[in-house]
Structure formats: C-alpha cells, structure tokens
C-alpha cells in the first residue's frame, strides 16, 4: 500500500486499517468489511461530485480489502477516472489499482489505454513513468498491440529523461517476453544498441537486458552490440571502485552491469575482430586476477558480488571455448572453490566445472581435481551438491579414470540419497558400457549395481547387459560363472534372477561340465528363486526352462514335473498358464532337431545406441546434458596421444552415435542380424508353437519377460524398448551344445569367492558404519542391506533415555519369525539398562515395524550394546548384528556458566589426571556453523563471548547417571591454516574426560 503521511490527510483509510486489525474474529473482520463495502458503494452510486481525494480514499479501502483476500466487483471505473487527474498521489493510487485488480480483457482496456496514450505524451516524466509502468504489469496482448510502436519511440528520444528511459526499456522488455510477435524494432535496432553507450549507467543496465533478450530472438539484428558491450565491459573491469561511485556496491564496481554485460556477450561467438577479441581476453584475465586478490571486505555482499562477475565470467569462457589459458585458469578457480565453506559457491564450482570437462583444452586439468570432487561426493552435506559431484565424475570420466569413477560411484550408491539413486546407476551402466576394455569388468560392475540399488535398475540396464554378453562370445562364459555364483546368495534382487535366468538359458552349457554347476543344480538354482519373483519373472523362468529341455537332455524329465504341477497349469495368471501348457507340449511332441531349431541360440544384436542413455536424456533433459567429448580426443588425452579402436569396426567408427555406438561390435566380420528383443509381459503369444521351416519368417527364440516367441515380422513401436526396431531376419546357427568345452568355465575357481547357500546364517560382525554419525544426532537410518532398513528416533533427558527403532522390509516378501534383542556384554550390564518392548514377529513387505527401547544410564561407560536382528525370509534364517548409537554423552544436560565462572571452574578442575586433550587432523571442512552445531549436537551448551580468542568454542554441560553427576567442560581450539584441531576436556572423572575426548575428536 502506498505509504499514507499526515499531510495526505487519508485519516479514513488509517482507521479503517486500525478497525480491521483489531477484529478478534474472522466473523468480525467480514462483518467490518461489508459494512465498508456498503458504505464505498453508496458513495460511488450517490454523490456525483466526489472529489478526487474521496475517490483516491475509497478506491485505496477497495484495494486493501482486496489484499485481505476478498473480491471486489466494483470501483473500477472510478480508478479509471483517477487516471485523469493531475495530482500524483491520486494517478499513482489509479495506476496501482489497475495494475492489481483490473483484467487484460476487461471492457475498461480501452479508457485504460487512452488515459496512458494521454500521459505518455504529457511529457511529464513522473506521469510518464506511472504510465510505462502500468503497461509493463498488466502486460496484456492489447496494450502491445497498442503501445508496442510508441514505447522505442520515447526510449531513443533525445530528450527523454534517464528515468523514463529505463523504465521504457524495462517496459519493452516485458511486452516481448508477453507478446514477441508485436514488439518489431525495425528502425530503432540501431539506436537502442547505442544506448550502451550512454552515459547513465541506469540507462544502460536496463537496455542491456532489453538488448540481451531481443538478441536471443534476432541475433544478426544486434551483432554490433558486441563492440559497444565490450568496450562498456572494460571500462568497467579496468576502474576503480570509486570512480562509479553511485554504482559501486560493496566495493565492487557496477556488479549488476557486468553480468548483464557478460551475458549479452555469450549469445555470439568469440569476435572475430582481434582488437575487440584482445580486449574481451584482458576483460575476462582482469575478472580473474581480481579473484585472487584478498577481499576489500569481509562482508558477505562483497564476496557475493565480485563471486556473481568471477562466475558469470568463466561462463562466458565456457561458451566461447577458445582461448586454453583462459580455460585452465577458470578451472584452477573453480577448484579452489570446491572447498569453499560457502554450500552455493560449491554447487556453482562443480556446476561449472561440469561443462568445463567437456572442453579438449581444459578436460585435463578439470582431471586434477578428481579426488577434491569424490571427497565432496562422500562427505557433503547438500544432497543438490552431491548430486553436481556425479554430474562432474561423470564429465570428466575417459579410459583413464573409468575404473576409478566407476567403482566410487558404486561405493556412493550403497549411502546415496533415494532421489538420485536411479540417475548413479544409468550413470554408472553408461560409463561402464563405454569405457569397457574389459568386459568381464562390465558384467562385474552391472551385477555390482543390481547388488546395490536394485530397486533402481530400470529394464533397460539389464536389457543392455544382456546384449552385450549375446554380442561378446568372450566373456559369455564368465558372464554365466559369474550370475551362478551370485544367485547363490540367500537375497536376490529380482533383476538380477532375471539376468541370471536369461544367461544360463543361453550359456548355461558353458559351466555345466562342471560337477558344481551341473545342470541340475543350475536349474534348482533358478527354480528356488521362482516363488519370491513376480509374474513377469516367472514368465521369463518358464522360458529358461524349456531352453533347458534344448541344452540339457538329462534334465528334461525334472522340467516336465514342474511344468506338470497344479502350481503352473492351474495358475491364476493366464500368460503363466499359457506358457506352461504350451511348453510342456513343446518339449512333449517336439523332436530334437525341430527343439533346436526353435530354442536356438540368440543371433547377435544389431549396434544401435544405447537405451540407457536415450532414457538419461529423458531424465535429465536435452539441456542437462553436457555434450560428449569427441572420442579421438579422449582417447589422445587418456593414452598419450594415441587412440585405440581395436574394439570397433569401421561401422561404428563411422557411426554418428556418441556415447556407446562402438561397444557391441560383432565378433566375427559377417554383418550383424537384427533380432527381437524383450518385450512386455502383457504381450501375448501371437502364434502357435508349430514348427516352421527355416525358409519362413520364423525368428529365434528370445527369454524375456513377455512371450517365448516374437513372431512378427517388424516390432509394434510398444515393443520396441531397446531401440532395434528393424526388420528381424532368420540365422541360421547350430545349436549351442555343439560349442566346444574349451569355453567351460571352473565356477568354483579359488580366486573367486563362492556366495554362501541358502543356510541359517550364524551371527555375523557387528555393524558399525554409520556408528559414528549418530554421535552428535538422534534421528536417521542406522543400517540398511537388501532386505532390511533399520531407522532410529531417541530422546534423552538427564540419565534417562528412549529409543524408537524403526524396521523396514524392503522386499514384497513377509518375514517370519521377527526378533530384536538388545545385547550388552559383562561390563556394559552394570553401567547401562536397556529394556526392550516385544515386537511383532512378522513383518510384511513393503511395512515397517516399531520397537521401542527403554535406556537408564547407571555409571559412564565406553563400549555401545548390539541390536541382534534374527528373522527367516524364503525359508532362510538372516541375522544382523547392529552396533546401537547409545554413547555416554546422550546423557548430557548443557549448562549455561557466565565467563567468570566457567573460568574459575576450569582452574579448579586442574588436575593432571582431570584433563584430556588431544591435537589431530581435520576430516572435514572446518566449517564455523556446522562446528558449532555438532558441539551443541554433542549435548554441551556452546557459551559465546566466553572464551578470549573468538575463533575458539567452549562448552558446558553435566553428565547424568544414576549413582553420580560429573561436571564437563570443553575447549576446541581450530587451526584453520594448519588444517588442524586441539581439543581439550576437564571433567571430575579421568574416564569420563577420555571417553568424551574420543567421541567428540571423531566429529571433526
């Protein structure tokens, strides 16, 4: 509301104003505003003559009372009216009322735009501004259409006002952004780019933006303004911060400017002109030798100021991707502000850095700083920062690095937040596809990631997996090997049975000459996992079955039992029923030649892209997703100049793919053959299982998760989910028994450690990871696996203590048998009580069950009791053994001590056996807020203005037991250039102190 001083006189609105806020209802306030509305209309409808300063009262009540939240149906004409007078106060209460509560297609548009035509041609510039200013809010089509000629005309004139001026460029711009198609410079494109000349730095802030945006729009129309830009830019750069006096803030010279300017610059390229480019150069070199200098104040609007033009400066490096020196030193800046204290100025620096990866002349040195960002990735509090250190591992990743991004990558996602757990393993399956030599390693990692995050690896990763082993005759075997072993371990995530079922239905012949892994035990392998997985799995098990029956004659007649059983010919499942009645038929009537002509070998996949980086594209957006390097470059930068395509053919050398056009190379040099590919499990056979000559458009058989058989001759685009949408062709290939043994695989070699089977497991280690976390918190998840998330809420106060454990089955699968049990060994039982209530011995998948333990502290104590987790899932008795956050400084009270007190307390808990203190290394970023927070987190009170040195921390509180208290205080003293820390605790108690010592040391 515009402000109402006493020579105003708008004694009415002040009342009124007073009235509603003393309502003590909301009864009160509508009965109050009815009456007020009551009143206004039989003004507005009665008296003819109001005058203009009763208007301006009754139309400034209607637009409070429309703030309030309540519509106003009346007083538009009478704001309309305001509009004529001469006096300002009553214009701008006319204005505003328009601005605010009128329509764009209101029937009042054109007495609106009449009265504005009048004022702008007033030449009045406080009129003319209110006026510019109106069209600039109500941004409607007609007031363009109408005033889209006029305003240039008054931006460029000679003796309109520098006020006027950049409210008419701000004006401009917000009828192009409204209505682009109207707003056509013409004439004046030439005369507005001058305005960057201008002498009113206002003036040339606002045209700078208005030019930005019309740049975008016609950029051949304002190429000149790159020169007047420029050599705007440098004077700015090159002054001193006094000689713009009015537009220097916080030392900074017109920081506001310099951004734009810098902005306007990066809708063209470099200049081709060398004095302009030269002088561009020493602009941007002068932005970051000024980024070196100490700070002219330690105020946080200097830094933000001169860190906005730093960044908005290297952005333009970026774009134009020219000038190396320029490009290695804005990428020595940005790492220095990756450990910035500062959260955005991180965020900004990965960001950043993050296209700078993609530049040939500064992918090496953003290289140097692959540790710094794994640190950040591993210790940053920010879940938006963490997710910039993927974003920039996952930049700067080549043949070099791979391994190494790879496997810290896989390491984050065990830790990583939910929301970015799916973007890591496309992320993840991407650069392992890529960066491949070894494809053992691939298969390794994929399986890793199912292991990990399986809830996360959407269909098209393990599609790819797939088609990389039917493609690889090499790693074939080990890929069989390697899901045999996994599927041996008592969880299973469902992809990786059904990456396993689709394996050993192909290559399960390759590690059958082992006794260990005959095929017998390869199917009960298979067969245990049938029951837990869904329908679509199962659809996908049946069809590994009958692949079986074509490998392994031996077990054919096992096959058919299962396939006899009620479980299957009777199931609910209509797919599931069709399949079993239709491959029990099949491998009933069916010779062994026709079952191995239909259950042959898949044929190689044709080099298509990548699906998961088609879905990382969706995910992320076209314009998320920075432009890969060019690959012979890489290539020269990973291997010293030379690059190795051994594994390509010069199809996919000539392919324009980028990511991964190059990995599925055919082994052998005849050219691939398209062939189907998995399809929806709602997917109904289309055909029946008769044999078909060769000769026809029979295609090879495909386990997936929809039908056994993809009949048709071209995909339906539904079907189509890994892009290979060509037209499928018969091969013919013998069947896969008649592969050599040379290819069999020793499954239980002793450099590979075999999985456990499915046997009650005995308690294993206790757990301990996230142990230390909970030290200076109450709440989180303490322990989480495949199967199970344990989550803690604890309250303490004095010696007592209560400890809400929360316990989550991830999986669709109910546990049986639940029990949780707090465990304290012998010393431990007369320090600590803890009773914990009986739980609920089930729990169903998807649920979570609450347990609640009740603690007493009876004496100080070191070690933490152990939560023991025993449940049975699948038949198989877990156990997990969990080390329980209960610590001795939970109990501690803080305690407020003014400085001579804390200071006389601490001289009389002098002795040598009282103290403790210890000097060691900073883990993390010695950061003053999150010290402060952990100390207070820790249970002291963090006393202010106590101790000499303000940089230090001091603290007091009492620990509380059942037999005794014990007086605490605490000293951090941190060495910010040394990196280092020296702690020092005084207590009553010599165990008390050391205990303390050791649990806070560790926080920092």
């Known amino acids: 509301m515009p402000a109402v001083s006493k020579g105003d006189g708008m004694r009415g609105l002040a009342v009124f104003i007073s009235d509603i806020r003393n309502c003590k209802s909301k009864e009160a306030e509508i009965k109050r505003i009815n009456k007020e509305l009551a009143n206004i209309r039989s003004k507005f409808k009665g008296d003819k003559a109001l005058d203009g300063y009763s208007k301006k009262k009754y139309v400034c009540k209607l637009l409070f009372i429309f703030l309030l939240g309540h519509d106003i149906d009346f007083g538009h004409m009478e704001a309309v009216n305001l509009l004529s007078s001469n006096k300002y106060t009553e214009k701008q209460i006319g204005y505003l009322f328009i601005s605010v509560l009128v329509n764009s297609n209101s029937d009042l548009i054109s007495l609106i735009n009449n009265a504005i035509k009048n004022?702008?041609?007033?030449?009045?510039?406080?009129?003319?501004?209110?006026?510019?200013?109106?069209?600039?809010?109500?941004?409607?089509?007609?007031?363009?259409?109408?005033?889209?000629?006029?305003?240039?005309?008054?931006?460029?004139?000679?003796?309109?006002?520098?006020?006027?001026?950049?409210?008419?460029?701000?004006?401009?711009?917000?009828?192009?952004?409204?209505?682009?198609?109207?707003?056509?410079?013409?004439?004046?494109?030439?005369?507005?780019?001058?305005?960057?000349?201008?002498?009113?730095?206002?003036?040339?802030?606002?045209?700078?933006?208005?030019?930005?945006?019309?740049?975008?729009?016609?950029?051949?129309?304002?190429?000149?303004?790159?020169?007047?830009?420029?050599?705007?830019?440098?004077?700015?750069?090159?002054?001193?911060?006094?000689?713009?006096?009015?537009?220097?803030?916080?030392?900074?010279?017109?920081?506001?400017?310099?951004?734009?300017?810098?902005?306007?610059?990066?809708?063209?390229?470099?200049?081709?002109?060398?004095?302009?480019?030269?002088?561009?150069?020493?602009?941007?070199?002068?932005?970051?030798?000024?980024?070196?200098?100490?700070?002219?104040?330690?105020?946080?609007?200097?830094?933000?100021?001169?860190?906005?033009?730093?960044?908005?400066?290297?952005?333009?490096?970026?774009?134009?991707?020219?000038?190396?020196?320029?490009?290695?030193?804005?990428?020595?800046?940005?790492?220095?502000?990756?450990?910035?204290?500062?959260?955005?100025?991180?965020?900004?620096?990965?960001?950043?850095?993050?296209?700078?990866?993609?530049?040939?002349?500064?992918?090496?040195?953003?290289?140097?700083?692959?540790?710094?960002?794994?640190?950040?990735?591993?210790?940053?509090?920010?879940?938006?920062v963490r997710q910039r250190a993927v974003d920039l591992l996952y930049a700067m990743c080549d043949r070099s690095n791979a391994k190494q991004i790879v496997a810290e990558m896989l390491s984050y996602l065990e830790t990583a937040d939910y929301s970015i757990r799916e973007e890591i393993v496309l992320k993840v399956a991407i650069l392992a596809e890529k960066y491949a030599v070894d494809y053992t390693w691939y298969v390794d990692t994929i399986l890793n990631l199912i292991r990990f995050a399986g809830d996360y690896v959407s269909d098209e990763v393990w599609y790819r997996v797939i088609q990389i082993v039917i493609n690889r005759d090499e790693v074939q075997g080990y890929a069989a090997k390697t899901v045999f072993e996994a599927l041996q371990a008592p969880a299973c995530h469902e992809n990786l049975v059904k990456v396993g079922g689709y394996i050993l239905g192909e290559f399960g012949n390759l590690i059958a000459g082992d006794s260990r892994s005959s095929p017998l035990i390869q199917f009960d392998l298979l067969h245990s996992k049938f029951h837990l997985c869904s329908v679509p799995t199962r659809a996908l098990l049946l069809s590994a079955y009958i692949k079986f029956i074509n490998l392994f004659p031996e077990v054919k007649g096992t096959i058919q039992e299962v396939l006899r059983s009620d479980s299957q010919?009777?199931?609910?499942?209509?797919?599931?029923?069709?399949?079993?009645?239709?491959?029990?038929?099949?491998?009933?009537?069916?010779?062994?030649?026709?079952?191995?002509?239909?259950?042959?070998?898949?044929?190689?996949?044709?080099?298509?892209?990548?699906?998961?980086?088609?879905?990382?594209?969706?995910?992320?957006?076209?314009?998320?997703?920075?432009?890969?390097?060019?690959?012979?470059?890489?290539?020269?930068?990973?291997?010293?100049?030379?690059?190795?395509?051994?594994?390509?053919t010069s199809n996919a050398k000539s392919s324009p793919l980028s990511f991964v056009g190059d990995l599925l190379a055919p082994a052998s040099t005849a050219p691939p053959t398209n062939r189907p590919r998995p399809v929806s499990s709602s997917y109904l056979l289309q055909a029946p299982l008769t044999p078909i000559p060769l000769q026809a458009s029979a295609v090879p058989v495909l386990l997936s998760a929809g039908p056994l058989f993809q009949v048709a001759a071209s995909p339906t685009p539904s079907t189509d989910l890994l892009g290979l949408g060509s037209t499928i062709t018969t091969q013919n290939s013998a069947p896969p028994a008649s592969k050599g043994t040379s290819l069999l695989v020793d499954v239980f070699s002793e450099n590979i450690a075999a999985f456990p089977v499915e046997t009650p497991v005995a308690v294993g280690p206790v757990a301990d990871e996230n142990f230390s976390r909970f030290v200076c918190k109450n709440n989180g998840v303490l322990y989480e696996n495949q199967l199970l998330q344990i989550g803690l809420k604890s309250e303490f106060r004095q010696n007592l203590g209560r400890m809400y454990v929360f316990f989550g089955n991830k999986t669709s699968t109910q546990f049986m048998n639940f029990a949780a049990s707090v465990v304290c060994q012998d010393t431990l039982q007369a320090q600590?009580?803890?009773h914990a209530k009986p739980a609920d011995p089930t729990v169903d998948g998807g649920a979570q069950l609450q347990q609640i333990l009740n603690i007493e502290c009876m004496s100080d104590f070191v070690d933490a009791p152990v939560l023991n987790i025993q449940f049975r899932y699948g038949g198989t008795l877990q156990n997990v053994a969990v080390k329980l956050p209960i610590t001795l400084n939970k109990f501690f009270q803080p305690t407020e001590m003014t400085s001579q007190d804390f200071f006389q307390r601490w001289k009389q808990l002098g002795a040598p056996q009282q103290e403790v203190q210890k000097i060691f290394k900073a883990k993390h970023s010695m950061d003053t807020e999150v010290t402060k927070a952990k100390i207070m987190g820790f249970g002291a009170a963090l006393l202010d203005g106590v101790d000499p040195n303000p940089s230090n921390f001091v603290g007091a509180g009492v620990i509380h037991t059942k037999t005794t208290q014990v007086g605490c205080l605490l000293r951090l003293e941190p060495n910010t250039q040394a990196q280092m820390y020296r702690l020092t605790l005084r207590t009553s108690r010599d165990t008390v102190s050391q205990r303390l010592c050791d649990l806070l040391s560790e926080q920092f």
Request: aromatic letters at 4%; a neutral charge.
């Open 569 to 648: 010919l009777r199931n609910a499942d209509v797919e599931l029923q069709q399949r079993a009645v239709e491959y029990l038929r099949l491998s009933s009537i069916a010779s062994t030649d026709i079952l191995a002509t239909v259950l042959e070998e898949m044929p190689p996949f044709p080099e298509r892209e990548s699906s998961i980086l088609a879905k990382l594209k969706r995910k992320k957006g076209p314009g998320n997703l920075h432009p890969d390097l060019d690959e012979n470059r890489k290539e020269r930068s990973a291997n010293g100049g030379t690059a190795d395509h051994s594994s390509t």
């Open 832 to 834: 600590l009580n803890v």
């Open 119 to 384: 004022d702008l041609s007033s030449r009045n510039p406080t009129f003319m501004n209110l006026a510019l200013h109106c069209i600039a809010n109500v941004g409607s089509r007609e007031m363009a259409e109408a005033f889209a000629a006029e305003v240039p005309r008054i931006l460029v004139a000679g003796d309109t006002m520098d006020s006027v001026k950049q409210s008419a460029a701000l004006c401009l711009l917000r009828l192009n952004r409204t209505s682009p198609d109207l707003v056509l410079m013409g004439e004046w494109t030439a005369r507005v780019v001058h305005l960057l000349n201008d002498q009113h730095l206002g003036v040339v802030t606002a045209a700078t933006s208005l030019i930005t945006t019309l740049a975008q729009k016609s950029p051949e129309d304002f190429k000149t303004s790159v020169s007047l830009a420029v050599a705007r830019l440098s004077r700015i750069v090159s002054s001193a911060s006094t000689d713009l006096q009015d537009y220097t803030y916080y030392f900074v010279a017109a920081p506001w400017l310099s951004v734009k300017l810098l902005r306007l610059l990066q809708c063209y390229p470099p200049p081709e002109d060398g004095a302009i480019r030269g002088r561009l150069t020493e602009c941007l070199e002068t932005i970051l030798n000024k980024a070196q200098e100490p700070p002219k104040s330690k105020k946080v609007q200097h830094s933000n100021a001169k860190n906005a033009v730093l960044f908005e400066a290297i952005s333009l490096i970026i774009h134009h991707d020219s000038e190396p020196t320029l490009l290695v030193r804005a990428c020595n800046q940005l790492g220095q502000f990756l450990q910035h204290r500062e959260t955005n100025l991180r965020y900004l620096a990965l960001e950043s850095m993050c296209t700078l990866a993609s530049s040939e002349f500064s992918h090496e040195a953003v290289k140097t700083h692959i540790e710094t960002v794994i640190n950040a990735l591993k210790s940053e509090r920010d879940v938006s």
